[in-house]
């Protein structure tokens, strides 16, 4: 191949890209409609782009940054479970965790804005299952390091990640029944 087909064909890409990318940007509020086939994969790259870019301000402690990458990222691409996984991860176990943020009240706000990630990303997601069974996962978490975040405890968490497995389960999550079974349990006790 010449070096101008080469340059040619890079061109042409890049265009494709930034094309993608000012759609993206001038869409209207409400429900993104899909993207053509043609261009999906390439808000897929800008995506991963913009997903690089969050893990790098998470880890230099920009916490600010990071979110406005990650939401950049789910616009890009709604339909990544593993996106919406992160960014609720980040705000549930690297903001929300006792360490980090010693005053309870953020706390809660922090772990509800994690919750409220995962249910719009049930809304938008590929596998919203996942989600649901994340949401569940984190309830957990949650009861074991930072019970006071729910007003009725470990108990009140417990009841939340069974509610979480349940509606997994009905999503058809393999092994949630058995999750929601036991976190039932331990509500319980």
């Known amino acids: 191949m010449s ?11 890049l265009c494709a890209l930034l094309l993608a990318l000012a759609l993206s940007l001038q869409r209207p509020p409400g429900p993104r409609p899909s993207a053509p086939a043609l261009v999906a994969p390439f808000l897929e790259l800008a995506a991963e782009v913009q997903w690089i870019r969050f893990q790098r301000a998470r880890l230099r402690g920009e916490p ?11 616009e890009l691409d709604p339909a990544t479970t593993a ?10 176990l690297d903001l929300a965790s006792p360490e980090r943020e ?19 990303g049930a809304e938008r997601a590929r596998n919203a299952g996942e989600l ?9 978490s949650k009861a074991e390091v930072d019970p ?3 007003p009725d405890g470990e108990r009140g968490l417990y009841r939340a990640a ?3 497995f349940e509606r ?8 949630a029944s058995e999750l929601a079974r036991q976190a039932r349990e331990l509500a319980a006790r």
């Open 168 to 175: 997994a389960a009905a999503r058809g999550v393999e092994g």
């Open 64 to 74: 600010v940054r990071a979110l406005s990458f990650a939401t950049r990222a789910l």
């Open 132 to 140: 649901e069974r994340y949401a569940g996962l984190l309830a957990l």
């Open 102 to 120: 010693p005053v309870l009240e953020r706390r809660r706000q922090l772990y509800s804005a994690a919750l409220g990630v995962l249910e719009r």
């Open 162 to 164: 069974a509610a979480a």
């Open 148 to 150: 006071d975040l729910d």
């Open 3 to 13: 070096a101008w087909r080469a340059r040619w064909i890079a061109g042409w890409g």
């Open 83 to 92: 996106g919406w996984e992160a960014l609720a991860g980040h705000l549930a």
